[in-house]
């Protein structure tokens, strides 16, 4: 009987080690980050989840004219617009904020404060180089980080 028992604990033992390593695997893919390159800078950006971001990564990489809108933001236009199913809005935009504007099909990347908008859905957040999107012009290089 006690041989038993040990069998059983040690299989139950490693089943929830392997849940757990494959936990901590789904953990690791849903962390997607992208790079934008512009004139020899790079600012990199952690997505969420949301199916607009996978939508996203989906058309990467590209190489896409941004432009310079209002004050505090650069955008771009993806070659296909994104889903906004199960897409948080972007309630407080940020310095460093990555964001989908749905009604005119553009991507935002904030370089100052803006708070929010009817329409507005976040993407993710920068992680790295939010000095360098005020100076970004040009074409810019967009393209997954593995």
Avoid: C, R
Wanted: net charge neutral; proline share 3%; no cysteine.
């Amino acid at each position: 009987m006690k041989s038993l028992t040990k069998k059983l604990i040690s299989i139950i033992s490693l089943v929830i080690l392997s849940i757990s390593l494959n936990a901590n695997d789904l953990k690791k893919d849903k962390l997607m980050k992208i790079s934008v390159e512009s004139n020899g800078n790079i600012t990199v950006y952690e997505l969420n989840n949301s199916q607009a971001s996978k939508e996203l990564l989906a058309q990467l990489p590209l190489d896409i004219k941004v432009e310079n809108y209002s004050h505090d933001e650069k955008i771009f236009y993806p070659p296909n617009k994104l889903s906004t199913s199960n897409t948080p809005l972007a309630k407080n935009a940020v310095t460093g904020t990555l964001a989908y504007y749905a009604p005119w099909g553009d991507v935002v990347m904030f370089y100052k404060d803006f708070g929010s908008a009817s329409g507005l859905y976040e993407l993710g957040k920068v992680v790295s180089g939010k000095e360098y999107i005020n100076s970004m012009s040009g074409t810019i290089e967009i393209k997954l980080i593995d």
